[in-house]
């Protein structure tokens, strides 16, 4: 069975877990890497509610890291893309980008 | 920078077991990030923001995982339609608590009513049973206080207390086993004057070395009183307590050895002892008792208290019964003092005539049962309100219930929610209580001057107050929480489904909840009458006129001081011998000051308190031929007091010197007293008589009184539950007098005037006591304190009952718009008017309301017949009143409905059909 297509803001989590990789992937990471790229105010809460449906889904894993002393000596939960949600993210992107061509100078020219 | 601590401690209680390092270190590391983009202060903000944001994420996630956890272990071999779960009682659990808090929030209406209501409840059963547990079984704040004993010849032929116990005192020392430690005391009231001049009143004790030190309290400074400080010839010592150390001498850490004059006696400071010790009963001076009972003739001689301790391994029955036997032998060897007299030995505190009696548990049961009584009237109501918050829920209980919960568990989640509730309100009503407990305690002190009440009696409540409220509490969240909760569970799941997708609920308020608002309206409604009476008889004690111009006036009562123990009358058991050289020599002096434009004495504060005494007019007799009683109050004046006071004779004639003289049994009543007890007839030369109680009525009194004059009226009392001011004066004899009450009138701001008076009285006779020196129109302050405090709790209570009643009716008319929304909207669609919709929701309520009207007001008039003792009989005016006061309180009930009302009117068809279909 295909895997599902991803909702936006799981989205976005996915792709910043991806780019910040299973050794700086992490809640509080995750809200600033996305912050920065869109701009947009992120919720903790509600990366922190995502990656808990993701990975009740087996779409990512996690795992505790190393204590770290800006985090008051305490460790991240680290999180890992599963081949499942590597999957969900190509077809998820796969589908935009599709629906994105043929559209770039009209898209573009704003 | 660290993230708050309190931020920290919410997310670790809320995060799920294995994940609290993690989720604190998120909010460590994104407090910093916020403190480095946007500054401390905007970050605190943000960080609350994102706490609170993720604390509900926290919570959703233990949800989701309990109901998951459910579903995967109560799925297994059940059908399509989950059948409902036997009702098996679930232990509550910590997410049971916080949901219970945040319904506190979520519901602010509720939380504030059914707060105010059990915090009411409680703080008044609190206060009142830890005053009557003082009162009744007072612990005695000391090393064994249970221990320590009081001994009392009781008079068999009289059922008084003799106090002449110097002989037996010293025979009970030798002889009793029982009781050890035996001393003796003797109370009075002193000058207390340091070596500047400074005085102050106050109550002292002097004791025997054993009866000062049975508490075992050692001084703060220097040395307690010893055996030594007895003998005859010693030197005058004194120990002061912790308030005179304070006030006389400024706290002076060398105060030892230092002179004071207590009473007449220079004496040298030997101790002081610690704050709040006023042993034996509201003391703060204590000076040696020299007793020697050979003195004094047995049976005669001052009167005594003795103190003593139990001795160890002898319960109080068995001290009892060994002073019975020794007052028995005393008897047999002294027929002629003692025959009548019996030893009883009462725990130190207790009022005799209660220790031991059935009427005092009675009477503490009875206190227990009014608080118990109260907390189920209240809880009854908050019954209600909760169940009309849970019938709004029901759509939630029976999901929870379709995924899995069992009834069990349902019931305890409302329960704890109720609990939290309660218990919240709770400890605020007994801090309540606590806090008007302390100013009652410093109301009653005041009145007394700290000797009427012990001091025992303290405002902390002790812990079988807090567990019998809590226990009670507890008890009263189990009723407003389970019944409503069993009613709301009580039917299957399918059904309740069905009503839930067709939208139309299927919790019903039954007999049960219409019951109680029917109650509740009832007592409403006949308890408003009670809060007008006291209102109305609080504004007539504040606005009374006293008959002269009370304001122009500066009034004191001064005293004479309790002699030494040496010098007290051995032939009485208190002394009585007035001083009125010092008397009118004060009087002469006030009156030589070109302020003072005239100074009256007399026993009673003008207008004010003055004693009610019954009496009987020569040769009056009522229609039965009876002989006819008159109530009326009593005071003692001199040969001015008319004059100073302004009050001229209407008749006959006023008081002379002569008329001061013994037996000069001549009396001046005031003008009610000729209206009402003499019908208007003459007074001049009618004579009455006191009515004794231990003689026949148709005995011959033996004394007469003759009315020789008739003054204007002049207020005696400020009681409005006397039917008049009908009121006498008779001579005042100040060889008899030990206290007398001077008036002095001044002018406008006669309170300027006190430093002078005291300065006066001090030059006049250094031991004189001085109290109560006030501008006379607040002469009547502790009737008009009593009455005013007594209102305002008659106030919190019926606002309290008000306050339930609507907030009852709210949640009913609520309750059912929200159930009828559809039908609502159904029949605005038909083209039904809005007045026929009005009248299909309100006809319930109006029906409920009628009745609980109608039952307060017959309530109302029973109680009318009940204090009127059947005399009551209602003329058109009382029958209009009454329906006046009816319809008011229909309409006050009814404003509870307006806001239901106009969401059933704001109801679109449309709006409707679609969010219910």
């Known amino acids: 069975m295909p895997p599902k297509p991803l909702a936006e803001f799981e989205l976005l989590v996915m792709l910043a877990a991806l780019r910040l990789g299973p050794e700086e992937a992490y809640t509080v990471s995750i809200v600033a890497d996305i912050e920065a790229r869109t701009g947009r105010v992120v919720r903790r809460a509600n990366v922190f509610t995502a990656l808990q449906r993701l990975e009740a889904k087996d779409l990512i894993s996690t795992r505790l890291g190393e204590p770290r002393p800006e985090r008051g000596g305490r460790p991240p939960r680290l999180v890992t893309l599963e081949p499942s949600g590597l999957a969900a993210l190509r077809v998820t992107t796969r589908a935009i980008r599709s629906m994105y061509r043929g559209l770039d100078e009209i898209l573009e020219a704003g | 920078m660290k993230a708050p601590g309190w931020a920290r401690l919410l997310l670790a209680t809320l995060a799920p077991t294995g994940r609290i390092d993690e989720i604190l270190g998120d909010l460590e590391e994104a407090h910093e990030l916020n403190v480095r983009r946007s500054g401390r202060v905007r970050a605190h903000w943000r960080t609350t923001l994102e706490t609170f944001d993720m604390s509900f994420a926290l919570l959703k996630l233990r949800i989701r995982r309990s109901r998951s956890f459910n579903r995967s272990s109560d799925d297994e071999g059940r059908g399509p339609l989950p059948r409902r779960p036997a009702t098996r009682l ?14 506190l929030v979520k519901h602010p209406g509720l939380t504030a009513v059914a707060g105010i209501a059990i915090a009411f409840a409680t703080a008044l059963g609190s206060g009142t049973g830890e005053f009557v547990s003082d009162l009744l079984y007072p612990t005695m704040p000391f090393e064994e206080g249970e221990r320590i004993v009081q001994i009392r010849n009781r008079d068999l032929s009289t059922g008084g207390v003799d106090p002449r116990a110097g002989h037996d005192f010293q025979l009970w020392r030798e002889s009793a086993r029982s009781v050890v430690e035996l001393g003796a005391l003797v109370s009075y009231r002193r000058n207390v004057v340091t070596a500047q001049g400074t005085t102050r009143p106050a109550v002292g004790a002097e004791m025997t070395a054993a009866a000062f030190n049975l508490p075992r309290v050692p001084p703060i400074l220097g040395r307690p009183l010893i055996e030594a400080d007895e003998r005859p010839g010693a030197p005058e010592v004194a120990v002061i307590g912790y308030e005179v150390w304070t006030t006389l001498f400024g706290g002076d850490a060398d105060v030892l050895n230092s002179t004071v004059r207590v009473g007449s006696e220079a004496a040298t400071i030997v101790g002081v002892m610690p704050e709040g010790f006023a042993y034996p009963h509201g003391h703060s001076v204590w000076t040696p008792l020299r007793l020697n009972a050979l003195d004094y003739p047995r049976g005669e001689g001052p009167g005594i208290e003795v103190v003593g301790r139990l001795a160890q391994g002898i319960g109080l029955d068995e001290a009892r019964s060994e002073f019975l036997a020794i007052g028995q032998r005393t008897a047999s060897a002294f027929p002629d003092t003692n025959e009548h007299l019996r030893p009883s030995v009462v725990q130190f505190g207790r009022i005799p005539q209660l220790a031991g009696n059935w009427l005092t548990q009675g009477f503490y049961f009875a206190v227990f049962l009014g608080f118990s009584l109260l907390m189920l009237l209240v809880c009854a109501n908050v019954a209600l309100l909760l169940f009309a918050r849970t019938a709004a829920r029901e759509s939630e209980i029976t999901i929870r219930t379709a995924i899995g919960a069992t009834r069990g568990r349902i019931i305890a989640q409302l329960f704890v929610e109720a609990l939290v509730l309660a218990v919240s309100a709770a400890v605020v009503g007994l801090w309540v209580g606590h806090t008007g407990l302390d100013w009652v305690l410093g109301l009653l002190r005041s009145f007394g001057g700290g000797q009427q009440l012990g001091f025992w009696f303290d405002a902390s409540l002790s812990t079988g107050t807090v567990i019998v409220a809590l226990t009670l509490t507890v008890l009263a969240a189990g009723f407003a929480g389970i019944v409503p909760a069993l009613k709301a569970t009580g039917k299957t799941v399918q059904a309740s489904l069905q009503r839930v997708g067709a939208g139309t609920g299927g919790a019903r308020f039954g007999s049960l909840w219409t019951g109680v608002i029917v109650a509740q309206i009832a007592l409403t409604v006949a308890f408003a009458p009670v809060v007008i009476v006291i209102g109305y008889q609080t504004a007539e004690i504040r606005a009374a006129d006293l008959g002269f111009a009370a304001e122009h006036y500066l009034s004191a ?63 009056s007799t009522a229609p039965d031929q009876t002989v006819r009683r008159h109530r009326v109050a009593t005071g003692h004046v001199d040969a001015d007091f008319f004059e100073a006071l302004q009050a001229p004779i209407v008749a006959g004639r006023g008081f002379r010197a002569s008329d001061m003289a013994p037996r000069q049994n001549v009396v001046v009543v005031n003008e009610d007293f000729a209206r009402f007890v003499l019908e208007d007839r003459n007074p001049i030369g009618r004579r009455f008589a006191y009515v004794d109680s231990n003689r026949e009525p148709h005995q011959e009194p033996d004394e007469w009184f003759e009315i020789v004059g008739v003054v204007s009226q002049v207020a005696m009392q400020v009681d409005p539950d006397l039917d008049s001011g009908a009121g006498l004066y008779r001579p005042l004899r100040l060889e008899e007098s030990r206290e007398v009450v001077l008036a002095v009138r001044l002018g406008p701001n006669p309170a300027s005037f006190s430093p002078r008076f005291q300065e006066l009285a001090r030059d006049v006779d250094p031991t004189l006591l001085v109290t ?83 039952l307060g007001g017959t309530l109302c008039i029973g109680f009318v017949f009940l204090v009127s003792e059947g005399s009551f009989r209602p003329g058109p005016r009382e029958f209009a009143f009454a329906g006046a006061y009816l319809t008011m309180m229909m309409g006050v009930c009814l404003t509870a409905c307006v806001v239901p009302v106009r969401r059933a009117l704001a109801v679109q068809p449309t709006e409707a059909l679609r969010d219910e279909g």
């Open chain 2, 90 to 103: 679930e232990g509550p659990s910590w997410l049971d608590f916080k949901l219970g808090l945040r319904m």
């Open chain 2, 557 to 619: 009562e001064v005293q004479q001081g309790t002699p030494e123990f040496a010098r007290l009358d051995t032939t009485s058991v208190s002394f009585t011998t007035g001083m009125p050289s010092s008397f009118v020599e004060l009087k002469r002096r006030l009156r030589s000051d070109p302020r003072v434009r005239g100074v009256a004495m007399s026993s009673h504060v003008p207008g004010a308190n003055h004693p009610l005494r019954h009496i009987v007019i020569e040769g």
């Open chain 2, 772 to 854: 109560g020196v006030r501008p006379m129109d607040e002469g009547a302050w502790e009737t008009r304190l009593l009455y005013e405090s007594w209102f305002w709790v008659i106030v919190a209570a019926a606002g309290t009952g008000l306050l339930l009643t609507l907030a009852g009716i709210y949640a009913i008319m609520a309750f059912t718009v929200s159930r009828r929304t559809r039908e609502i909207g159904v029949r605005v669609a038909l083209g039904a008017p809005g007045t026929r919709v009005v009248a299909t929701i309100l006809s319930r309520a109006l029906k409920q309301l009628v009745a609980g009207v109608l």
